[in-house]
């Protein structure tokens, strides 16, 4: 599925739920940490929450009223879809990877995948486009020759002096490769020569090369030269796989309940006007959500990714705590652009946090803070530099800090979230014995795509 499939299938339902849509919305605008409300792609995903949970509480509103409880006793259907809209757009999680609701409790979610669809030079078929660890640092010109006539040191198969080169026709004069220590070409007539001296023939039309002596062979079986991409008809083109990669996963649990007295409820209300219920339900499902986004944000620090860096936090001798603080930026920088080395193709946009990094770029000439960071649990806590999303992450170790990558297309990811049933909860109950409760629910799926969307970062601390 691609992204404008999943869009317009989503548009029915952003019409059927607009209205609780336009409110948050409307309310993301104006209270967001970093000021923008829901685009399309967002609208779509709540609106697939919204209708996840009316078709669940239809389904338990009919299996209650089976059973002989009063239609009058079932929490209305708004109180669930409200609670679904005042936590699930906040998470964190919805700005730093791909949020992709799951209509079933397994289903398909969904990831681009770019690959070399050919082999050519030092690129074999199958390579994945963003990985290059077969070609960097030493090959890196393999990398950069894919769509280009010339090909480097491509590998052929000799046997009795006689090699096939895999693309043609061959531009004439572009043939190189060595014997031994000796350097061969061809002459552009067709003929292998080293230096004035005839060692073979080569045809530029099929790409067959024989050499007079049949015990030689190009040293290391590596030979260069350019296939002719200028003579029409142009046939023999390399190609590029994309495509979007179904990955199916089951939605696993997360549930919570609050217990209290009659007797505190009755008496803050009385008193205070508080209504112990609503409080509680805020904890809660403020306990679910935090729990969500650092489990996700867990899984990101723990990304598997080789690249890193790091940064000493005291102030060297002889240099401003201002100069200082620049240079952490610079390493964040390098580490963002360590993933675009990485990846040939994008760069670190995300900064997630533990304590000490956040102390260092709360204070950071360059960031700008959110609207709001007096949150529960890890929210966005600015911007640094125009560049990164700041997030605060208070179940990161206190010198961890991670550089991450997430594409302006969802299908573009570093990890998947897939929510199934958002947070819900069951119908308030107080007992006979004066104690009430209520139990709160979600249930979602994960999966991390790509580890080199990340650069893991450490704050040192070593005295100069």
Known sequence: MNQSAYLIEGEAMVKKHSRLISAV????????????????????????????????????KKLNEAQGVQVTDIAGKNDYLNLVTAVMPTLVAEDVVSVQPLKQKAGVVYYLKSTYGDTKGKITKGDTISEINRVWPDEVDGAIEYSSEDITDE???????????????????SVSFTVGSTAYTDNGEGKIVAGATEKGTIDYTTGAVALTNTSEAPKDNL?????????????????????????????????????????AAFDLMATQNIDLQSILQENTTNEIRSEI???????????????????????????????????????IVEGANKIYNKTRRVTGNILITGEKAANVIETHRLFKAAASLNEAGP?????????????????????????AYKGDIPFDCNYVYAPYMPITATQFIMGADFSGSRGYATSYAKKLIASDFFCNGTITEITQ
């Open 25 to 60: 919305d409307r309310a993301l605008k104006e209270n967001a940490s970093y000021g923008r409300g829901l685009d399309q792609y967002r609208k779509v995903t709540l609106a697939q929450l919204l209708e996840n949970t009316n078709n669940a509480y239809d389904y338990y």
């Open 155 to 173: 590998e052929v198969v000799a046997a009795s002096g006689a090699f096939s080169l895999a693309w043609t026709p061959i531009v004439p004069g």
């Open 223 to 263: 030979v260069s030269y350019k296939v002719d991409l200028l003579t029409s008809p142009v046939e023999n083109v390399p190609t590029i796989t994309t495509k979007v990669t179904d990955l199916t996963l089951t939605a696993r649990p997360r549930k919570l309940k609050t217990v209290f007295g009659l007797d």
């Open 293 to 331: 986004d650092a489990e996700i944000l867990r899984d990101l620090g723990n990304n598997g990714s080789s690249i890193n860096v790091s940064w000493n936090l005291p102030v060297p001798f002889g240099i401003s705590k201002v100069e200082h603080y620049d240079g952490f930026y610079n390493t």
């Open 379 to 403: 929210h966005i806590m600015g911007t640094l530099g125009g560049r990164f999303l700041v997030v605060k992450n208070p179940y990161y170790a206190s010198t961890k800090f991670t550089i």
